[in-house]
């Protein structure tokens, strides 16, 4: 019994560090791990053993904007915060953005202060879960260590006991801060349009201002962990300067009114691959900016800069192709609001050879940067005297009718749009999220990666799993949200059923759509 035991474990811990099938000429790596979500990703080789193309599939199908027809519009911040149990604020934030644009009514001050605490502290607390759990396992165990050990329980093994608890009990405390407005973590319920369902008491006010404060030690603990542990190591920063990951691409960021970087409420600004702005736009007006393109082999939609034109997979000056998240925010914007993420920022710069950065891999860096960010500003608005006050909603009495609502998601721009009868019913709804805007360079980020690891290879069986580990990589520093990205398509959903002996040998196939 112990043994069946075991060896169920061992397969199950084996699919949940990816399985690599391999033929002589191409590879499956089926599923793709450590990200939100679920993907694989195909290899093909040409007949000198080079990778000939290499695509990164979503198979997965959600349709949130399907589900939400007919629901009354108040609905939609519970809705759409369950598209993911990872990031629910995001999608609960936007969407009460979206609600108060639906309904034209502004929140109260407090209201909107209470919303962007809330809102920095989830960034900072989902960023940590990132790089500790599911991106920093490849630098802070490496990228060629067993699966088995490229996990939280591996970085805990180096980091430290003491470091581990660190990580997790801030993480948590940070959680309690949301479910204290939320009433719960995973899917709060605290966005209405003009505000908030709740108001922080004066004599709660003490324990959130020292977590604040805690959360700024943690933030720049982090990144003096990430400079020590992968700046101070020559391999990593050869790999991740080097044209493996690296893009030439436009950038799209939220950014204040001086252009600086915020999470929650500004404008969109773009920049193209030399750091020139291209536009900038509210979220009303985002369709003028923004539109989709389909691809038969995934589920995701690939955006791109509608003025620009959709002109494929490519990079450069003219490339319609643009990038959201920690990378694309530092880029897109002239600095950061606070002072300690204002130095991080700069040191990023100098370091990495100017602005902006085209590194992929850099990304991570960026994030712990925003961490820095997001922790300064809860500290600003935790001790903001106007953050106790009990006006934090005003009640909306106009007729809806269209309502968009953006914020910076820890993955980048996400976009609600909703369209409802004069009842509040909604109509139409559409989604575009941070992994949705990333799709098109998360694609030639696998390729390039793909390309630029794997030359000459006479038999794929043969291929290292560190090595693919490596390709993975290049699609986990944007850190995607898989069945946040899915939208339906027109006509029937294609529908793939393959059956497998125990074996894994693939006995029939059956295909619809």
Not at 19 to 41: F, S
Not at 196 to 201: D, G
Not at 219 to 236: C, H, M, R, S
Request: glycine content about 8%.
């Amino acid at each position: 019994m112990e043994q069946a035991v075991k060896q169920t474990f061992n397969q199950g811990h084996l699919r949940a560090n990816a399985a690599y099938q391999a033929a002589r000429h191409n590879v499956t790596i089926d599923p793709i791990t450590r990200l939100e979500g679920h993907g694989k990703i195909d290899i093909y080789l040409d007949d000198q053993g080079d990778v000939a193309r290499a695509y990164m599939q979503v198979p997965e199908l959600r349709g949130f904007e399907v589900f939400s027809l007919g629901r009354p519009a108040e609905d939609m911040p519970q809705i759409t915060s369950r598209i993911c149990g990872v990031c629910p604020t995001a999608h609960h934030m936007a969407s009460a953005k979206c609600l108060d644009d639906l309904y034209q009514i502004e929140p109260t001050s407090a209201g909107r202060k209470i919303r962007e605490l809330v809102y920095n502290t989830f960034v900072l607390e989902d960023h940590a879960l990132h790089f500790f759990v599911l991106g920093g396992p490849d630098f802070i165990v490496g990228p060629d260590a067993p699966p088995a050990e490229r996990n939280i329980v591996g970085v805990i093994g180096k980091v430290g006991i003491e470091a581990g608890k660190k990580v997790i009990s801030t993480r948590k405390r940070l959680r309690e801060l949301i479910a204290y407005f939320g009433g719960k973590v995973v899917h709060p319920v605290l966005g209405l349009p003009g505000g908030v369902s709740k108001a922080l008491k004066p004599e709660d006010r003490p324990k959130f201002q020292q977590l604040a404060k805690d959360g700024v030690e943690f933030a720049e603990w982090t990144n003096a962990v990430f400079k020590q542990i992968v700046l101070g190591n020559p391999d990593y920063v050869k790999m991740i300067t080097s044209d493996t990951y690296t893009h030439r691409t436009c950038y799209m960021g939220m950014v204040d009114d001086a252009n600086k970087l915020n999470f929650y409420d500004g404008k969109l600004r773009v920049v193209d691959c030399n750091g020139k702005e291209v536009c900038k736009f509210t979220a009303r007006q985002y369709r003028d900016f923004v539109s989709e393109h389909v691809e038969p082999w995934s589920y995701m939609k690939f955006t791109f800069l509608k003025q620009r034109g959709w002109k494929d997979f490519v990079e450069g000056p003219d490339t319609s192709i643009y990038a959201v998240g920690p990378l694309a925010r530092l880029n897109a914007a002239d600095g950061m609001a606070t002072p300690r993420a204002q130095a991080a920022y700069e040191e990023f710069y100098q370091t990495l050879g100017g602005k902006p950065v085209h590194h992929t891999l850099a990304t991570h860096w960026a994030r712990v940067i925003e961490m820095i960010y997001a922790a300064e500003r809860i500290e600003q608005l935790i001790n903001d005297p106007e953050i106790t006050s009990p006006e934090v909603r005003r009640v909306p009495a106009n007729v809806p009718k269209e309502g968009m609502g953006v914020v910076e998601a820890p993955r980048g721009t996400l976009f609600h749009h909703y369209q409802t009868d004069d009842r509040g019913v909604i109509t139409m709804a559409n989604m575009i999220v941070a992994t949705g805007n990333n799709a098109a360079r998360i694609a030639m980020s696998v390729e390039r990666a793909a390309k630029g690891l794997i030359k000459g290879v006479k038999d794929a069986t043969q291929i290292p799993e560190g090595l693919l580990n490596k390709v993975e990589m290049a699609f986990r520093a944007y850190d995607p949200c898989l069945g946040c990205a899915t939208h339906t398509l027109p006509g029937r959903t294609p529908l793939r059923v393959r059956i497998y002996d125990c074996e894994r040998r693939l006995l029939h196939q059956i295909v619809q759509g």
